[in-house]
Nanobody
């Protein structure tokens, strides 16, 4: 039912910026989390940013804080990840994911969206980001 399609990846020099997009459709959740994740060879999948639709609170794990911004663009049903000051270690395949749940508690994204607390069942196909030094 829910479909996610990432775009916006590519190659960029260190220090540059990219904006990733995740177009979503088929959504009918009252409360949901959306997140951006990164996979690189030899490394565990890493969560970069989350947003909780109830209040649109965000949560950034250490690897993304200060440089990444997650947002919902309601006009075109798109999740965005704006990445600034990119570093070579940011290279990887970026995925968006989402999961809805019952109720709509007004709380912080870190309390309900962290992948250690919630299973994400809907994923996009990924978009590659390569940062050169």
């Amino acid at each position: 039912l829910v479909q996610l399609v990432e775009s916006g990846g590519g190659s960029v020099q260190a220090g540059g910026s990219l904006r990733l997009s995740c177009a979503f459709s088929g959504y009918s959740f009252r409360a949901f989390c959306m997140g951006w994740f990164r996979e690189t060879p030899g490394k565990e999948r890493e969560a970069l940013a989350y947003i909780y639709n109830i209040g649109e609170d965000t949560f950034y794990p250490a690897s993304g804080e200060g440089r990444f911004t997650i947002s919902l663009i309601h006009a075109n049903n798109t999740l965005s990840l704006t990445m600034n000051n990119l570093k070579p270690e940011d290279t990887g395949m970026y995925y968006c994911a989402t999961e809805g749940f019952s109720g709509a508690p007004r709380t912080k994204a870190r309390a309900v969206c962290d992948a250690s607390r919630r299973t994400y069942n809907y994923w996009g196909q990924g978009t590659q980001v390569t940062v050169s030094s």
